[in-house]
């Protein structure tokens, strides 16, 4: 059975950091590019960061990029999304997704409401951003 599990959400004031975590079982982070999605109260879902699995290149939104690093560890089949300088719009529902990279891409580079044809999704972490 093919799941993601995240986990590492929570509270934490703007400028804070914190490190997601991604467990993947039932297959392999080899098959599959891997990355995050969030989702902002009342607003659209949006690719955040994706990996591919052949060679780890990266894929970051705007939004994001120069403040949140994804890595994997493949002996342990997790990923995970270091974020660091956060602030208060980056709360939102966090997924773990599994995809094509070419899609993640797309997504991520296409902004909110674009997450589309994705294989695998986790259930979500909830990141809270405030004071």
């Known amino acids: 059975q093919v799941q993601l599990v995240e986990s590492g959400g929570g509270l934490v004031q703007p400028g804070g950091s914190l490190r997601l975590s991604c467990a993947a079982s039932?297959?392999?982070?080899?098959?599959?590019?891997i990355g995050w999605f969030r989702q902002a109260p009342g607003k659209e879902r949006e690719g955040v960061s994706c990996?591919?699995?052949?060679?780890?290149?990266?894929t970051y939104a705007d939004s994001v990029k120069g403040r949140f690093t994804i890595s994997r560890d493949n002996a342990k089949n997790t990923v995970y999304l270091q974020m660091n300088s956060l602030k208060p719009e980056d709360t939102a529902v966090y997924y773990c997704v599994a995809g094509d990279y070419a899609l993640f891409t797309v997504a991520i580079m296409a902004g909110p409401g674009h997450y589309y044809g994705m294989d695998y999704w986790g259930k979500g972490t909830l990141v809270t951003v405030s004071l």
């Open positions: 990996m591919r699995s052949s060679d780890g290149r990266t």
């Open positions: 039932g297959f392999s982070l080899d098959d599959y590019a």
